[in-house]
């Protein structure tokens, strides 16, 4: 099953350009890379999906290099309601499609 | 439009007990997810429905845990009885087809097991 590596937690500041990094060395050719954003006793919310190059919307951007073994996902000028956990999944084509989701990486932004 | 509905948000038990949760989701979604969500991890799969039918539940620990999807609308999640380290969040999610990678989630049940 395709798996995601993500950094644990992550700190920044507002106004700043954030970019996290997830490995998933194992993606299949037809797997989409997507992030989910959750806060505190919420459920996650959809952020952006891609399959390779680079992605924008209203939001963030994500950026796939060719090999597609990483991803990044952008967040322009933070704000401190950014604080977070930010999710990197992989959808498994080979098990109906399900979407393995990893702890994901904790992003702290201070004033 | 409104999100995925979910109930109770909370809901403290003993051991042994019987549970639970109900969701409606986004209507004119087809595909309908069960998520299982300890603190500090991320969500967990344990089954999907598409329309009433499931497509998955492989990670639905069946000797205690049940689900349903009547007339492909609304769903139940039942656990039968409780054990300590079910205490989670459920979290409810749909998407307008299947497959797919953009799920809508609920704001959860979060479950104590006493």
């Known amino acids: 099953l395709a798996k995601t590596t993500q950094p644990i937690s992550m700190d920044s500041y507002e106004g700043q350009e954030v970019n996290i990094t997830c490995s998933h060395n194992?993606?299949?050719?037809?797997?989409?890379i997507t992030w989910y954003q959750q806060f505190p006793s919420q459920g996650p919310r959809f952020i952006i999906q891609g399959y390779k190059t680079k992605v924008t919307n209203e939001v963030a951007s994500l950026f796939i290099p060719a090999d597609r073994k990483s991803s990044t996902l952008s967040l322009p000028r933070v704000s401190l309601s950014d604080t977070a956990v930010y999710y990197c999944l992989v959808g498994d084509g080979d098990s109906n499609y399900q979407l393995i989701w990893g702890a994901g990486t904790k992003l702290i932004i201070k004033p | 439009e409104a999100g995925v509905a979910q109930s109770p948000r909370y809901k403290i038990i003993e051991k042994r007990q019987s549970v639970a949760f109900w969701c409606n989701p986004i209507?004119?979604?087809?595909?309908l997810y069960w998520y299982q969500q300890i603190l500090g991890q991320g969500p967990k799969l344990l089954i999907q429905?598409?329309?009433?039918?499931?497509?998955?539940d492989s990670q639905l620990p069946k000797d205690r845990f049940s689900a349903e999807r009547l007339k492909g609308v609304d769903s139940t999640l039942k656990i039968q009885p409780a054990k300590l380290e079910d205490s989670a969040v459920y979290l409810c999610?749909?998407?307008?087809?299947?497959?797919?990678?953009?799920?809508?989630f609920g704001q959860g049940t979060r479950l104590t097991v006493v």
């Open positions: 999610a749909s998407s307008l087809v299947w497959p797919s990678t953009e799920a809508f």
């Open positions: 429905f598409q329309n009433n039918g499931v497509v998955d």
């Open positions: 209507s004119g979604h087809a595909t």
């Open positions: 194992n993606i299949a050719t037809n797997d989409y």
